[in-house]
């Protein structure tokens, strides 16, 4: 199974939003409501801030949402801060019942 | 607090055998299902395998498949890792992972597994 398809870096500055794409295939994303996103700042545990597409745990700013289209999904943060800057990875399920990941994106503010 | 403690860290040579565990609090071991997942030093995310909360589904990924096995005690709220054949990219942080509803996925601090001669 492939990983998903993230971007290497994204990058802003404080206050701006910014958007990272997971692009995966019919087997993947493109065939089930389930995908999430974690954030893992260097050394810590990654942290689950979205699940199923685009619904947020409780705890989790409102500046972190979620959107599908097709075979590829997408997180927005806006409002930047600084406390944003970490590695972001999706995941989604597979039509074998594996787990796949993004390669992950590292976002760093400006 | 749920948590998911996944003991000390682990040094073995090429072609060894080891055991992880992970012993849950905080929440029904037995009703959930659960995931290792590792990540090599300074790489992403790699999925290795899947239990049923009554081990009756498991799924492997194709990279350990016939050299892991993965299990689970509900008694002991404790899961479990079999890895043998060991290789030097079987490198990684280890982690246990809840899967919760609607691929909430919860992580536990993770073990360090070294394969090295």
């Known amino acids: 199974q492939s990983a998903l398809t993230q971007p290497a870096s994204v990058s802003g500055s404080p206050g701006q939003s910014i958007t990272i794409s997971c692009t995966g295939t019919s087997r993947d994303i493109g065939g089930y409501k389930y995908v999430s996103w974690y954030q893992q700042h260097p050394g810590k545990v990654p942290k689950l801030i979205i699940y199923e597409v685009s619904n947020r745990p409780s705890g989790v700013s409102n500046r972190f949402s979620g959107f599908k289209s097709g075979n590829t999904a997408s997180l927005t943060i806006s409002g930047l801060q600084a406390e944003d800057e970490a590695d972001y990875y999706c995941a989604s399920y597979t039509n074998t019942r594996s787990l796949v990941f993004g390669g992950g994106t590292r976002l760093t503010v400006l | 607090d749920v948590q998911l403690v996944e003991p000390g860290g682990h040094l073995v040579q090429p072609g060894g055998s080891l055991r992880l565990s992970c012993t849950v609090s905080g929440f029904t071991f037995s009703s959930y299902a659960m995931d290792w997942v590792r990540q090599a030093p300074g790489k992403g995310l790699e999925w290795i395998s899947y239990?049923?909360?009554?081990?009756?589904?498991?799924y492997y990924a194709d990279s350990v498949k016939g050299r892991f096995t993965i299990s689970r005690d509900n008694a002991k709220n404790s899961l479990y890792l079999q890895m043998n054949s060991l290789r030097a990219e079987d490198t990684a942080l280890y982690y246990c992972v809840r899967e919760g509803r609607g691929q909430q996925l919860i992580w536990g601090q993770g073990t360090l597994v070294i394969v090295s001669s």
């Open positions: 239990i049923s909360n009554t081990s009756s589904s498991i």
